[in-house]
């Protein structure tokens, strides 16, 4: 069993900040990557930002230069910091991880129930 909680969503206005957060935990035996994905209900989920476990980073065109991914040493919480935030942004954010889990579920298969953000004046 794998377990990710995020946190860290709630309600700012344009151009502020947020700062979330997933925890990992379970029977991981290796994270490769980690992910942070957004859905707006009624549209697909979005892949916003990805960094390996090398420190790799990769971002959405839509968040470039305002949204920055991290984790801590031991790979098994993963951050975004958000900011200058827009309307655009307000989504659920959920992360995910690729990598190494026992059991018979891919690590992959496994989401949290997500953080909502929401950006509105």
């Known amino acids: 069993q794998v377990q990710l909680v995020e946190s860290g969503g709630g309600s700012v206005q344009p151009g502020g900040s947020l700062r979330l957060s997933c925890v990992a935990s379970?029977?991981?035996?290796?994270?490769?990557?980690t992910y942070w994905y957004r859905q707006v209900q009624g549209k697909q989920r979005e892949l916003v930002a990805k960094?390996?476990?090398?420190?790799?980073?990769t971002y959405a065109d839509s968040v470039t230069g305002r949204f920055t991914i991290s984790r801590d040493n031991a790979g098994n919480t993963v951050y975004l910091q958000m900011n200058s935030l827009k309307p655009e942004d307000t989504a659920v954010y959920y992360c995910?991880?690729?990598?190494?889990?026992?059991?018979?579920?891919?690590?992959?298969?496994?989401w949290g129930q997500g953080t909502q953000v929401t950006v509105s004046s």
């Open positions: 995910n991880l690729d990598g190494v889990v026992a059991g018979t579920t891919p690590l992959y298969k496994y």
């Open positions: 960094i390996t476990s090398d420190g790799s980073t």
């Open positions: 379970g029977n991981i035996r290796r994270i490769d990557a």
